[in-house]
C-alpha cells in the first residue's frame, strides 16, 4: 500500500473495505432453536445455519447457484456477484427465510429451495396506501430533538402491530395499520411546545445495539410522552445562503444558566381519553424521563435528574389518575449521571426485573459503578455488584440474573468484558475470557448470547455461548488478508500527576520503518461524557488516526483524566475544572512517547480535534507551544456560556463564576504561536458563533490563522465537504510539520 493522499483516502472510512467476516448479524428462528447469518461481501456471500443447542452448524444454502437461478425465475432479476444474493435475512417460519432482492420481496423454503414472490401489487393501490406491505411499513417523519436539527426517524410500531406513532406540527399522530389512516392523539402541541417521545430503533435493540425506550405500555393502550416548553428558551439563529435568497431559521439551544426548555410527563390513550399529565410538581430546571413501563401497563417508572445533575429520584407514576410516589433518591457532590446520556439518550441506569416487582439502579456512590438491586417500596434489598472496577450497562435481565458489560479486568481497564450477577445475591460471573471490547447479542429467549469481540489491533471474532457463558461454538473469524497495514499499537502513559496510568493508541503509516523519524499527531476529543481511546477494532475514532498516518505520521489517541469508565475519581478531575488535567496530561503523554521512541524524539507535534475535541486542540497548543507546533479545530465548543452541556461539570455561569473563567479560550487568543486552522460549518448553530468569535479574538490579537468555511454544514459534514475539510488538514499538516 502507498503511503500519501491514496492511503489516506482508502482510510477515512475505515477498515471495511479491507476486512470482512467477524461480526454477526444473526437473524432467529421462531422456535428458538437455530440462528442464520450471512457473511462477505456480494461477489462471494455465503450463509451458515446454527442449531443454537449442539452448536452444529451447515451451509445456510446447500446449492447456491441453484438458489440464484431460482431467483433469477422468480424475479426476472440477475443479482449480482457470485453469491448468496441477499443482503439482510430474516425468519418467516423454522425453515423458511424473507430477504429482498432488488424491488422484489421473496421468501426462501431452506428444504426445497423453493423461491417464490409475493403477488405483484397494483401500483394504484400502493399510491393509495392499501397493500399490506405499505401499511406495515413504517414511514418517515422528522423528530425533534434537543440543540440539534431535526431528524429524520421511523414511526413506532405498537407492541400488536396494529398501529404506528409519529409526531406532526408538535402533536402525537396515531396511523391505523387497518386503514393506513391517522388520527391525532393531541391537538394542542405546537412547535414551541410540542409533544415527543422516545425512539430507538427497535432493530438495533433487538440485536443489543441500542437500549430499550418507554413509550408503548406493554398491551397497546396508552403511550408514554414528553410536552416541551420551549417558550423563552434562547434561539440560535442558522442562516441558509445557497438558495437565491438568504433565508434564516432559529433553532432552540439552552444557554448555561439560562432558561431550560421545561418538560412534563403524560400518558396519552390510544382509545381517545383525554391525556394525563403525570404529577411531578414543577419541573423547571429537571430533567425529567420515562424509564420503564411495569408489565401490568398500568404504572410507570420515572427518573427526575436534576438540573445540576447532582441529585436523582426513581418514582413510581400510575398511568390513569397521574399520582407518583417517590421510591428513592440518591445525591451526590458531583454529577450523578453523564448529561449526554440523560438529555439526548434517556439513558439513565435503571432497569425493571422481568417480574417488574424490584429495579436494578446504577449508582458510583462506592466510588465506583455498581449494580443495586431496590424493591417497589423503595427498599434497598442488596447490592448486585462490588470491587474496584465498573459495570458498564446492563444488558439483559431474566428471573434470575442481570447481565451486565463491564471493566472488570483492571489490569486493561478498558477492556470490556460480558458477566452476569445472580439477583438472590452471590458472585458475579465474568462470561467471556480473551481481552479486548466484547459485546453480546442475546437470542430472543435468552438461552444463547453471540459474544463479538476485538482488540485495536485484532480483527472481530464471534463465538455463540450459552447464558451461563459456556463455548457453543465459534462463529465467524474476520479475514483480513487484504488489509496491509501496520497494526496500531495499544500503549500506557503516566499523568501528570506522577501516578496514575493512562492508555492511549498509537497508529502508523502502512509502510513504518522504525529506523526514520515521523512527525506525531494527536488526534484528541477529552470531552467529559466519553473515552474516545479505540480499544477495539475499527473504532469511530480510529478511522480518523489512522488516515492521517497514511499521510506519512505517526498518530495517537489517549483519554487523559476527567473522563468516565474508569473510578468516580479519575471522571470527577473535570468537576468544576474543564481543563482539569486536560493540558498536563496530553502534554506529559507526549513528552513520554517522544522519549519512549527513537522514531519520534526530534518530531514536530500536531493536534486535531472536532466539536470539544476542536476546544481541546486549540486549549493544547495556546497552553503549550513548546510541545505543539501546528493545531487544527473543526466544529469546536470553544464557549463555555454557549450551551446547557456544560452545566453538570461547571455548575452554573452565575454561581460558579471561576470555573466558567477558567474553562474560557478566547482570551488564549493572544498567547497562540502555534499555526491554526480552524473549519465549521455555516449552519451548525452549535458551533458557528464559537467560530467566528475566536476568529475575532485571533485577528486582534495579530494572530495569522486560517479559516475554512463549509458552506451550508452542520455538525457533521456531508461526503463532498468532508472530503474537502480533509484536504485541507492534510495540505495545512504537510505544510507546518
Known amino acids: 500500500m502507498t503511503v500519501g493522499h491514496a ?27 437455530s440462528l442464520a447469518f450471512l457473511e462477505g461481501t456480494a461477489e462471494e456471500r455465503t450463509g451458515r445455519l446454527v442449531d443454537l443447542e449442539s452448536g452444529r452448524g451447515e451451509p445456510l444454502v446447500a446449492d447456491v447457484g441453484a438458489l440464484r437461478a431460482a431467483v433469477r425465475a422468480a424475479t426476472g432479476q440477475t443479482p449480482a456477484g457470485k453469491g448468496i444474493p441477499f443482503d439482510h435475512i430474516g425468519f418467516t417460519g423454522p425453515r423458511q427465510l424473507a430477504a429482498v432482492v432488488g424491488s422484489s420481496r421473496v421468501t426462501v423454503d431452506l428444504d426445497s429451495g423453493e423461491v417464490t414472490v409475493p403477488a405483484a401489487e397494483r401500483p ?68 414551541e411546545h410540542e409533544y415527543r417521545f422516545d425512539q430507538v430503533d427497535p432493530q438495533l435493540t433487538a440485536l443489543g445495539l441500542a437500549f430499550p425506550v418507554c413509550n408503548w ?116 457532590e458531583t454529577f450523578l449521571r453523564i448529561h449526554h446520556d440523560v438529555y439526548f439518550g434517556k439513558k439513565v441506569g435503571l432497569a425493571l426485573t422481568p417480574d ?14 455498581h449494580l443495586y438491586l431496590y424493591d417497589l417500596e423503595g427498599n434497598l434489598v442488596r447490592q448486585l455488584t462490588d470491587g474496584e472496577w465498573p459495570v458498564d450497562y446492563v444488558q439483559r435481565v431474566d428471573d434470575e440474573h442481570v447481565y ?8 486493561r481497564p478498558y477492556d470490556v ?69 501496520m497494526p496500531p499499537q495499544q500503549f500506557t502513559a503516566t499523568a501528570a500527576d506522577g501516578e496514575t496510568e493512562l492508555w492511549g493508541v498509537l497508529f502508523f503509516p502502512a509502510d513504518f520503518d522504525e529506523t526514520k523519524r515521523y512527525p506525531l499527531i494527536e488526534y484528541v476529543y477529552g470531552g467529559p461524557q466519553i473515552a ?63 522519549e519512549r521512541h527513537s522514531f519520534l524524539s526530534e518530531a514536530k507535534v500536531g493536534v486535531i480535534g472536532h466539536s470539544w475535541g476542536g476546544y481541546s486542540a486549540f486549549r ?30 461547571l455548575g452554573f455561569p452565575q454561581t460558579d463564576v471561576d470555573a466558567y473563567r477558567k474553562a474560557e479560550l478566547y482570551p488564549l487568543a493572544s498567547r497562540l504561536s502555534a499555526e491554526f486552522l480552524l473549519a465549521c460549518g455555516t449552519i451548525d448553530h452549535a458551533t458557528w458563533t464559537d467560530s467566528i468569535k475566536m476568529s475575532e479574538a485571533l485577528i486582534r490579537a495579530g494572530k495569522d490563522h486560517e479559516f475554512v468555511v463549509l458552506p451550508g454544514q452542520m455538525h457533521g459534514f456531508d461526503a463532498v465537504h468532508d472530503s474537502y475539510f480533509w484536504r485541507k488538514v492534510a495540505d495545512f499538516f504537510g505544510t507546518h510539520l
Open 7 to 33: 492511503g489516506f483516502d482508502r482510510f477515512i472510512e475505515g477498515l471495511d473495505d479491507f476486512v470482512t467476516g467477524g461480526a454477526v448479524l444473526p437473524a432467529w428462528s421462531p422456535d428458538g432453536k
Open 124 to 191: 394504484l393501490d400502493v399510491h393509495h396506501g392499501l397493500p399490506d406491505s405499505v401499511r406495515r411499513t413504517p414511514k418517515e417523519f422528522l423528530r425533534t430533538m434537543p440543540l440539534v436539527d431535526p431528524m429524520k426517524a421511523r414511526e413506532v410500531v405498537s407492541p400488536q402491530g396494529d398501529a404506528f406513532v409519529s409526531t406532526v406540527d408538535g402533536n402525537v399522530v396515531l396511523r391505523s395499520v387497518a386503514d393506513n389512516r391517522t388520527a391525532p392523539l393531541t391537538s394542542d402541541g405546537t412547535p
Open 217 to 332: 405500555s406493554p398491551d397497546g393502550t396508552r403511550l408514554a410522552v414528553y410536552r416541551v416548553d420551549n417558550r423563552g428558551v434562547h434561539q440560535a439563529p442558522q442562516v441558509h445562503n445557497l438558495k437565491r435568497e438568504d433565508e434564516v431559521v432559529h433553532r432552540y439551544h439552552a444557554k448555561a444558566g439560562g432558561p431550560l426548555e421545561r418538560t412534563t410527563l403524560h400518558v396519552l390513550d390510544v382509545y381517545g381519553r383525554a391525556p394525563v399529565e403525570l404529577d411531578l410538581g414543577d419541573t423547571t430546571d429537571t430533567y425529567p424521563v420515562h424509564a420503564a413501563w411495569l408489565p401490568d401497563g398500568a404504572h410507570l417508572v420515572l427518573f427526575v435528574l436534576r438540573r445540576d445533575c447532582r441529585r436523582g429520584e426513581v418514582l413510581l407514576a400510575d398511568a390513569a389518575t397521574g399520582s407518583t410516589r417517590l421510591l428513592f433518591a440518591e445525591e451526590s
Open 356 to 369: 417488574g416487582t424490584r429495579l436494578l439502579w446504577l449508582s458510583e456512590r462506592s466510588g465506583w459503578k
Open 404 to 411: 451486565f458489560t463491564a471493566h472488570l479486568d483492571q489490569k
Open 417 to 485: 468484558h460480558l458477566a452476569r450477577a445472580p439477583l438472590g445475591g452471590g458472585s458475579v460471573e465474568q462470561l467471556s475470557e480473551q481481552p479486548g471490547v466484547h459485546a453480546a447479542m442475546f437470542a430472543p429467549n435468552g438461552e444463547a448470547l453471540i459474544d463479538t469481540f476485538s482488540t485495536a489491533a485484532e480483527a472481530p471474532r464471534s463465538v455463540l455461548r450459552r447464558a451461563d457463558g459456556s463455548l457453543i461454538c465459534e462463529l465467524s473469524t474476520a479475514d483480513t488478508s487484504k488489509l496491509e497495514w
Open 532 to 594: 474516545v481511546a479505540p480499544h477495539a477494532f475499527n473504532g469511530t475514532f480510529a478511522k480518523s488516526a489512522q488516515a492521517l498516518a497514511q499521510l506519512g505520521y505517526v498518530t495517537f489517541i489517549v483519554d487523559g483524566r476527567g473522563t468516565p469508565e474508569r473510578s468516580k475519581a479519575f471522571h470527577d478531575v473535570v468537576y468544576q475544572d474543564w481543563n482539569g488535567a486536560l493540558v498536563s496530561d496530553h502534554a506529559a503523554v507526549v513528552r513520554q512517547l517522544k
Open 620 to 649: 493544547l497548543a495556546a497552553e503549550r507551544p513548546d510541545v505543539y507546533t501546528a493545531a487544527v479545530s473543526s466544529a469546536p465548543g470553544f464557549d463555555p456560556y454557549s450551551s446547557v452541556l456544560y452545566e453538570c461539570y
